[in-house]
């Protein structure tokens, strides 16, 4: 009987007009109605934090703190004892990512992508004096905007959380977040810390300013602010007030919160946090898991959205035959991301961002938990974890004597599934989620008084509602139960055929979710419509009420409560883990499952006619034996017992092809924002998931230049990549190789394709000329500034200031002391002739004219200033400036004594340099050996690498392709491609992966179609489009999944 | 005394001519042999040590054992060591109607509208573009000049690619009716790549294959009012556009329907099942996977790029160099076309070679750039393959026209004219040869 008394305090404890803060500034509409928020719960088992549990617990709370928690602690005096016997209590949840409060959006950016259709806004239009980008926004403080949002507030708390972190999520570098609770109160009372955190993406978000264009863009710009920001520090005259600049130098105080939402971008923020000394908290994507290592690798604390994707509709083979593997493997191994967090032991929060509706966030965790995660680490994830990595733990996070009291009340073990959320306390505020329901399971007897007399029954409540009612016989019975409100009703059983039990007695209707799922609802089983109903209220261990039986009499009856029901949990079985198919690296087709990943191996093949690039020319019937990486010699009669030999007979051995100009395996190209962007780099936006790099070892391509586009007269800085393929952004790059840069001339970089016109400047060549000559004379001002600087700074008495460091002008600079070399984009002999001119003027040379389709007309004074040359074999007559192109072009460069190069520009011919090549045999007669040279050695000279590639000689890098016949054949095919002794295609096991590919494509297509018949919500099958980026030169097409990046929205 | 012409004759003049000066051939006066040739008749025959006999503009005869008369009045052309084909076909072509793609002032190939039966490409047929002589040079002297559109674009035509007007041009006018399916595939909406991806699925509220299929029944239903005013036997009011595809009803006129995924495919079968049309798949990317379908309705294919890349990342990476031999192998009836608009056409001998190199035999590959084209086209009476009887469209190259590696093209008649070889990219070729002296030394400088 006790205990039902005490429940009833607990019922009625709660309601929230009984307590309130009071803020002695604000004034009183009434009398004032001071309370302490004294309580004791009692009799808990009670979780202070992942760690530490402890049973008959004591929680003492007042003034919404806690004062102390231990184990049978006495109930102080003047305190509210609540009984939370039965009860478990949790610390709450504390969300870092959270928009909470924040006005919202409107999302008026350009998304991302230079756009030679759109007129640039070259300036920013935010007003007041900040900083000169749109999108760099420190100044803008969430608690500013902060409004109290009870809609966004309840349906978090149902979710378990009682205090978040909040930001507004707009711009790359955001400003500052605050931490508040979840509390229904003024906003001055549930702002724990009005600047929490500084926030960052590589998202512009709204901003409408051109730059950045690009992902690299927004890389190079928030590492120049840094610089700028560091700068501004001395109060630079001539920067007079930058309030952006001021706020980012006042947020680096705070923990750093990156939202970089992939795998990749996780860790190019990472370096970005490296190269200025910060550790980023990173917001993740869903794909991290792909990348588990690389994630350890950061040493960052993530927080990870829980919105795994749905299964697709693909019963439809025609819908089915557009969605990729990778995203059919991904959706079957994205639940599996948070538990290969926990398993790699990488510190990490969970967060209810990124979900459709907060309300998935229990079924969503669940889900993550069904795939591995441990119910410790999911607890330490929403509780301690963000607290500690927000520096805020003496708050939030658990349930210890001086922090705040923020802590749910439920009905069993957090995570299992019958368990459901009763309360959520906040600031010692108790909000409920959900009724008590399940204290009023047990034995009961229930009295019904009609015209007819007194009629008992026996009355039995258990878990979920389900009832058994019975008097003689069994009875039809469904129990209802809203708040302290009570239905009832039941009917003798129909007659019917129906084996064991008794219908509705014992429903087999499961709980919908854990904590915060449906309370008891409709039974399935339907009462005929003539059953005797009865309703009335609970009031602790008798009930009482009125109704109507099955002819229309009135009623009245009690319940009295004989025996309570005893708690059961879950009985903790541990389900097995879903069984899903194997990671590749990367998650693609083709990719290299964990043990398959190609070695370097001792390979020596024999008896091949092998093209040397060297003095030795082709030597027929000889062997190559690669060792370590190297080649280790070139000859007849080879042998190395520890080689695996490769029968070469009648095949052709030479040097991997090197594809000078390309744009393939990079999440961005084109920054175009401004005319001279030489801060940008290929290099941080390296993308190993482009199944395009698998596609050109295919064709025989061991190296690819990746250039920046040619959007603008100074581009980026270049990649020069190994085709690695399966290794990460890092394993891609070259090693040690001198960067280059992209510049260009002509028609794109005047805009001339755009139906706007062109406001950027220049319009003209005249004008190209100009940016050129204007970019190098403020370079040799930097470059002299610098010099001086570091002449004198150590002197005595001097005062001067370190110059405003510009990673702009430091790679032009890099440029005049010869240590990045250019590869310029241009086509007519006008502008080639004035780069040069302009290069000579400066002191500078143009290393490579690439595209270059008029240097014939001035190969003589190409080779005059020392440039080099990359061309297309026969390409013509897309635009005017290529009026002249003629397919001669390379033979008569090659044969006024140029270094000529014959490059992609497109993945699709990359695949078939080789014939490119031989077309200069075709247009111009250059010997069979000069055309190879066209496309290994040549490319290597210019891109300053034929120290290790472009030859076969021992010593210089294994990479090699093995051909099925004469490799400027158009029947040739590469038998194997090798880069530093390492076979990446294989034409037999490429066949072989073929297969598996259909198996496993088959494989999940079953898998997903099974998910749509079982009931679980599908998508429409969604088309894997593939986007691609090209210099925005010319228009090839490349099918009907391919999206070119530089599209129209 | 016979008069030996040696195909580098018509570089050796340092004629340092504009193209303006080459002019289309005359009429074909004597009679010509092409003798000791390996000859290559389109029809999967090879004739080593062949001739062929030309006369009025005829193949008269071909074979192993023609004799050739001794006359001064006779033109015999030595081709011994080199390859002898019939004048490869560009079935799909922007030809003349493009100048320079990034010009909007030098297109004339797409007219405003989604439905354009009436519009014919013909007419527009620019005969002195200078892209047309470098086709020449790669062995193509025919090309089905093709409008393009949002929907029916409007008629093609086959022209030959030596002439001083669109009229001379002419091979066969207004062979085909051209029609542009629409993708019927959902395209994410908004967004673009590198700044993490984009927005997600289709705006919700558009179906784009029920729009699609929409589309394509509304011209169904157009070719059933066509039928039915052309079943009356006169009208109150001429409808050009009825007008314009009375020989499509009729099987005068093919009808072309460009489309790649197999729901376009199955679409355009049902203007087979329908009207009875003589349907041609232009594009065909995904066509491998309906090839018995396509063999059932008598429904050709023209492979528009066989350089390409694989429609899906999970394809075999060669997949689009396959295809062809997939479709041959089904006995569909196919050709090749090269639709690349940075070479314009000029490789689309090595299309069908990367064909051959994937599992077609050579002399398949070399039909599907001849014979089955001009079957697909419906000139197969006239041209297509060296059979007696046909126009003498020929071309005679160094070796394998099928590969870059040996395909140097010396001599070709079109209807038996001798033409001129020479364009743009020679004549510029040699004036900088000139300017740098890079013949000094060599024979003949």
């Avoid at chain 1, 229904?184 to 998202?203: G, P, R, T």
């Avoid at chain 1, 058994?468 to 069994?474: E, V």
């Avoid at chain 2, 006999?53 to 004799?67: M, S, T």
Wanted: charged share 20%; net charge neutral.
């Amino acid at each position: 009987m006790r205990t039902f008394l005490k429940l009833l305090a607990f019922s009625f404890s709660g309601l929230s007009f009984l307590q309130t803060f009071a803020q002695p500034t604000f004034p009183e509409n009434g009398v004032a109605d001071p309370r302490q928020g004294y309580y004791a719960f009692t009799h808990a088992t009670l979780v202070q934090h992942a760690k530490s549990t402890i049973t008959n617990a004591t929680l003492i709370v007042r003034d919404g703190k806690i004062i102390s928690v231990g184990s049978g602690l006495p109930v102080p005096i003047g305190a509210v004892e609540i009984d939370c016997t039965n009860k478990f209590m949790y610390p709450s949840f504390v969300d870092l990512y959270a928009e909470y409060g924040m006005p919202a959006q409107q999302n008026t950016g350009r998304g991302g992508g230079f756009n030679f259709a759109q007129q640039p806004q070259l300036e920013t239009a935010t007003k007041g004096p900040f900083g000169w980008n749109q999108a760099i926004r420190p100044e803008v403080n969430a608690y500013a905007s902060f409004s109290i949002n009870d809609a966004q507030a309840k349906s978090m708390r149902e979710a378990g959380f009682g205090t978040v972190l909040t930001h507004v999520r707009d711009g790359i570098a955001r400003g500052t977040g605050a931490l508040v609770t979840l509390a229904n109160e003024k906003e001055n009372l549930v702002v724990l810390k009005e600047k929490a955190s500084a926030h960052y993406s590589f998202s512009k978000g709204s901003s409408t300013q051109s730059y950045p264009s690009s992902l690299m863009g927004s890389i190079s710009l928030l590492r120049q602010t840094y610089l700028d920001a560091e700068w501004y520090k001395n109060k630079p005259a001539s920067e007079g007030v930058n309030l952006s600049l001021k706020a980012f130098n006042e947020n680096r105080s705070l923990p750093q919160v990156f939202e970089a939402g992939d795998k990749w971008n996780d860790l190019r923020a990472d370096r970005i946090g490296d190269e200025f000394g910060t550790q980023y908290i990173i917001k993740a994507g869903q794909n991290e898991y792909q990348r588990i290592r690389e994630m350890k690798s950061t040493n960052a604390t993530f927080i990870l959205p829980l919105n795994f994707p749905l299964a697709q509709d693909v019963e439809d083979p025609n819908d089915a035959r557009f969605v990729s593997l990778g995203d059919m493997k991904h959706w079957e191994l994205a639940p599996t991301m948070v538990a290969a967090f926990e398993k790699e032991g990488i510190p990490f929060c969970l967060t209810t961002s990124d979900l459709k509706s907060v309300s998935q966030f229990a079924t969503a965790l669940k889900k993550a938990m069904e795939y591995g995660l441990s119910e410790t680490a999911a607890l330490e994830a929403l509780t301690l974890t963000p607290a500690k990595t927000l520096g805020v733990a003496d708050m939030v996070g658990t349930l210890e004597a001086g922090k705040l009291a923020n802590f749910l009340i439920t009905t069993g073990p957090l995570f299992q599934d019958k368990t459901q959320l009763l309360h959520n306390w906040i600031q010692g505020i108790k909000y409920t989620i959900k009724e008590d329901a399940g204290s009023i399971n047990g034995t009961y007897t229930l009295a019904v008084n009609g015209p007819g007399g007194t009629e008992q029954f026996t009355l039995e409540v258990k878990a979920g509602g389900a009832t058994t009612l019975y008097a003689k016989d069994t009875l039809q019975s469904k129990l209802s139960v809203d708040g302290k409100q009570i239905k009832f009703s039941y009917a003798p059983i129909a007659k019917r055929t129906r084996g064991g039990g008794a219908p509705g007695a014992d429903s087999t209707r499961r709980p919908t979710g854990g904590f915060g799922g449906r309370g008891m609802g409709a039974m399935t089983e339907q009462l005929p419509v003539t059953a005797t109903r009865l309703s009335g209220l609970v009031n602790g261990s008798s009930w009482n009420g009125i109704g109507t039986d099955s002819l229309g009499n009135p009623l009245s009856w009690t319940a009295s409560l004989v025996k309570a029901g005893e708690y059961k949990t879950d009985s903790s079985k541990r389900k097995e883990l879903p069984v899903v198919g194997s990671l590749t690296y990367p998650l693609l087709p083709f990719g290299w499952k964990e043990d398959q990943r190609p070695k370097s191996e001792t390979l020596l093949i024999k008896n091949a006619t092998v093209w040397t690039n060297e003095k030795d020319g082709i030597l027929k019937e000889s062997d190559v034996l690669i060792k370590n990486g190297k080649i280790a010699a070139v000859g007849k009669n080879l042998s190395d017992p520890s080689a695996r030999v490769i029968d070469g007979t009648g095949k052709h051995v030479t040097p991997g092809i090197i594809d000078e100009h390309s744009h393939i395996a990079a999440a961005s190209i084109n920054e175009g924002g401004q005319s001279v962007s030489s801060e940008v780099r290929i290099g941080d936006n390296l993308n190993p998931d482009d199944v395009n790099i698998y596609r050109q070892l295919s064709g025989g391509v061991t190296t690819s230049h990746i250039l920046h586009g040619s959007a603008n007269v100074i581009g980026g800085q270049t990649q020069l990549l190994k085709l690695r393929w399966g290794g990460n952004d890092e394993d891609l790059k070259f090693r040690a190789w001198p960067g280059q840069i992209k510049f260009a001339l002509g028609e794109n970089v005047k805009r001339s394709s755009s139906p706007l016109g062109n406001n950027r400047y220049p319009d003209t060549r005249m004008g190209v000329e100009q940016v050129l000559v204007d970019a190098f004379t403020r370079a040799k001002d930097y470059q002299r500034a610098w010099k001086e600087y570091d002449l004198n700074k150590g002197k005595k008495g001097f005062t001067g200031t370190a110059p405003r460091r510009d990673l702009e002008l430091d790679a032009l600079v890099e440029i005049l002391e010869k240590k990045r070399f250019i590869t310029c984009h241009s086509y007519v002999q006008s502008e080639i002739n004035s780069a040069m001119k302009v290069a000579e003027q400066m002191g500078y040379t143009v290393n490579t004219f690439t595209h270059i389709l008029e240097g014939y007309k001035v190969a003589d004074k190409m080779l005059k200033h020392g440039a080099f040359v990359s061309t297309f074999s026969d390409w013509w007559a897309y635009k005017m400036e290529v009026e002249d192109a003629i397919p001669y072009n390379a033979a008569i460069m090659q044969k006024v004594g140029l270094t000529v190069a014959i490059n992609s520009d497109d993945a699709e011919m990359a695949r078939r340099l080789n014939q490119e090549a031989a077309k200069i045999v075709k247009y111009g007669g250059v010997t069979e050996e000069e055309a190879l040279k066209m496309v290994t050695l040549n490319p290597a000279k210019m891109l300053h690498v034929d120290e290790k590639v472009g030859s076969l000689k021992p010593g210089k890098d294994g990479d090699i392709v093995l051909w099925s016949d004469h490799p400027l054949s158009i029947y040739a095919k590469s038998i194997y491609t090798i880069v530093d002794g390492t076979i990446y295609f294989d034409r037999a096991k490429d066949e072989q992966m073929q297969k598996e590919i259909d198996a496993e494509r088959l494989r999940l297509v079953r898998k997903m179609n099974g998910e749509k018949r079982s009931g679980a919500p599908t998508i429409p099958a969604q088309p894997s489009y593939q986007f691609m980026h090209t210099c925005s030169d010319h228009g090839h097409s490349h099918g009907l999944l391919v999206i070119d990046a530089d599209e129209t929205k | 005394m016979k008069k030996i012409f040696l195909s580098i004759l018509c570089l050796s003049s340092l004629l340092l001519s504009a193209q303006e000066t080459v002019l289309p051939a005359k009429g074909q006066t004597d009679p010509i042999y092409i003798i000791n040739a390996t000859i290559h008749t389109g029809n999967g025959q090879v004739i080593e040590k062949g001739t062929i006999r030309v006369e009025g503009g005829k193949i008269l005869a071909v074979g192993d054992n023609i004799p050739v008369p001794r006359s001064a009045n006779i033109q015999v052309v030595d081709a011994a060591g080199k390859h002898v084909y019939p004048g490869l076909i560009l079935p799909t072509s922007a030809l003349g109607l493009v100048e320079i793609s990034a010009v909007r002032a030098t297109q004339d190939v797409r007219e405003i509208g989604d439905l354009n039966p009436n519009v014919r490409a013909l007419v527009a047929y620019n005969s002195d573009s200078k892209v047309i002589n470098t086709l020449r040079s790669n062995g193509i002297l025919m090309a089905n000049v093709v409008p393009q559109g949002n929907f029916v674009a409007g008629s093609s035509s086959l022209v030959q690619l030596d002439a001083w007007n669109w009229e001379d041009a002419a091979y066969q006018a207004d062979g085909a009716i051209h029609v542009y399916f629409p993708s019927l595939m959902a395209r994410p909406s908004g967004g673009r790549g590198g700044m993490g991806g984009f927005g997600g699925p289709q705006a919700s509220g558009s179906d784009p294959v029920k729009e699609g299929l929409d589309k394509i029944e509304s011209f169904k239903q157009f070719l059933r009012e066509a039928k039915a005013y052309h079943a009356q036997p006169t009208h109150e009011q001429t409808n050009l556009k009825f007008e314009a595809v009375k020989g499509l009803l009729n099987k005068k006129q093919k009808l072309f329907v460009h489309g790649n995924t197999v729901k376009q495919l199955l679409a355009a079968l049902d203007f087979v099942q329908e009207f009875g049309v003589d349907l041609v798949i232009v594009g065909g990317s995904e066509s491998y996977q309906v090839a018995d379908l396509l063999k059932k309705y008598n429904v050709s294919v023209i492979l528009q790029q066989p350089h390409s890349l694989p429609t899906a990342e999970d394809d075999d990476v060669d997949q689009p160099y396959k295809t062809a031999a997939a479709l041959q192998k089904a006995g569909v009836l196919f050709s090749i076309s090269d639709d690349d608009s940075q070479t314009r056409g000029r490789n689309l001998a090595f299309n069908a070679g990367t064909a051959a190199a994937y599992g077609l035999s050579k002399e398949e590959a070399l039909a599907a750039i001849t014979l089955n084209t001009a079957k697909i086209i419906g000139v197969a009476d006239r041209t297509g393959s060296i059979e007696v009887g046909k126009d003498a469209n020929i071309v005679v190259s160094d070796g394998d026209i099928l590969d870059m590696r040996s395909s140097n093209v010396t001599f070709a008649l079109i209807q038996g004219r001798k033409i001129d070889l020479t364009d743009k990219h020679k004549l510029l070729n040699q004036r900088f040869e000139e300017k740098y002296e890079l013949n000094k030394g060599k024979k003949g400088f």
